[in-house]
Structures are given as C-alpha cells and as structure tokens.
C-alpha cells in the first residue's frame, strides 16, 4: 500500500519568501511517481510538478521545485518568490505501479496563506 | 491549452435520487479516473477506466456506483441512489496512455460539488 504523509495543515510564508512544503512518503513499488497539485479555494486541482523515483535531477518548473530525498522518502515542494495567488491548498501525491489503474493515493494537504 | 471539461459544476440532488455526472477528458488520453473529496478532507481514488473497462476500484466504489464511457468523448460516473455521505466535490481526470516524461500526469477536471438532502 502507499502512503502520503504531509505533516503541515498550514503554513505562512510572506511575500517574495521561498516556502517549503513537507511530504514523505512510503511504498513498495519498485518505480514510482511524485506529483504536487495545487487547489485554490475555487475547488480546482492544478498539477505543479512532478518527479519520477529514477530521475537524477530534482524536478524544476519556474518557481516551483521538488526536493526529492528518495533515501529518506521525502518530496519536499519548494515555492521560491511567494505571491498573493500563492495562497491556497497544495496536495501531493503518489502514484505507483500495483493495481492496474496507477491511481494517485493523495496527502492530507497544508494550507498555504502567503502574506504581504 | 487542452482541459477536461465536467458537468455540471454543481448538483443538488434529494436523498435516494439518482445523479450522472458528466466528463469530457482530454482528447488523446486513454485512462480516465474518479476522485472524490469531501469538505476539507484529502481526495480520495474511487476508480480508473481504460479500453472500456474498469482497471481498478477502491472500496468506495460499491454497487451504488457505475462507470460508463457511452461515446467516443464523454465519460460519465452514475450514482444510483445517492446516500447523504455522497455529498462531496467530485473530480474526473486522466491522462495519456504512457508514462513518458511527463509520468503519466493526471490532469484534473474543475469538479461536480454534489449535495445530497
């Protein structure tokens, strides 16, 4: 079974701050993927950025990154430059290779509020 | 940019009704999903579709829940008689058939707020 922990219900960052939001995780898939969706309060889920459990390199997309410490089971999200539009939910998410479908098993999220 | 597309976006319904909700994913993609989240909680899985059939479901998904893709571009999720704990955002996804750079990405759908009363 997989499992997505993150342990932040919420955070605060002020503007123009970098954040980092905390995710590990756990599984037996030999491969796997690491997802970070962001849902703002209007209910959508926007995919940011993933990362493959091979990949060498830390996943980049403009202001997003992922710290990714597969010793230590961590995905950690790193937000550089914080903005107002910012401020919303932000899950992750894994998805593995049992059970056919490759369903996403998702995080209990943190709350992100950026600040002036 | 393509998008999935859901209808409606919201939906009140009346205890033991039944309820369709409507997806339409992105063109060239060839696995589709269900997620739910009720208020506040985290999304959870409740099945994935491909080649017309189910590849897999949670325990979620019982009897009162069905699938059906009836064209080549809507997908559809039918509650048969929808309980008050059905209340919940629902959300289709899907993606292309192979992983690729992009890891088989799901993208998500703007969701159906569903009430049940």
């Known amino acids: 079974a997989q499992k997505i922990t993150q342990t932040q219900p919420g955070m605060f960052v002020q503007e123009k701050e970098a954040v980092t939001l905390d995710c590990t995780y756990d599984t037996s898939d030999p491969s796997y993927g690491l997802f970070w969706y962001k849902q703002p309060s209007s209910g959508e889920m926007i995919f940011l950025i993933y990362?493959?459990?091979?990949?060498?390199q830390n996943a980049t997309e403009g202001r997003y990154s992922l710290n990714f410490q597969k010793a230590r089971k961590s995905a950690n999200l790193v937000i550089s430059a914080s903005q107002l539009g910012d401020s919303a939910m932000y899950f992750c998410?894994?998805?593995?290779?049992?059970?056919?479908?490759?369903?996403?098993?998702f995080g209990t999220g943190t709350q992100l509020k950026v600040e002036l | 940019e393509p998008e999935v597309t859901q209808t409606p976006s919201h939906q009140v319904t009346q205890m033991g009704q039944e309820v369709i909700l409507r997806c339409v994913p992105i063109?060239?993609?060839?696995?589709f999903y269900w997620y739910r989240q009720i208020l506040g909680q985290k999304v959870e899985f409740l099945v994935s579709?491909?080649?017309?059939?189910?590849?897999?479901k949670s325990e979620i998904f019982d009897d009162q829940f069905s699938v059906e893709r009836p064209d080549g571009s809507n997908f559809t999720l039918k509650i048969r008689s929808t309980k008050l704990e059905d209340s919940a955002m629902y959300f289709c996804a899907s993606r292309e058939i192979r992983f690729g750079t992009s890891g088989g990405t799901q993208y998500f759908g703007p969701g159906t707020r569903l009430l049940v009363l």
């Open positions: 063109s060239n993609h060839l696995y």
């Open positions: 579709f491909y080649n017309n059939e189910i590849s897999e």
């Open positions: 990362q493959g459990s091979y990949d060498q």
């Open positions: 998410a894994m998805r593995g290779l049992t059970g056919g479908g490759n369903k996403l098993t």
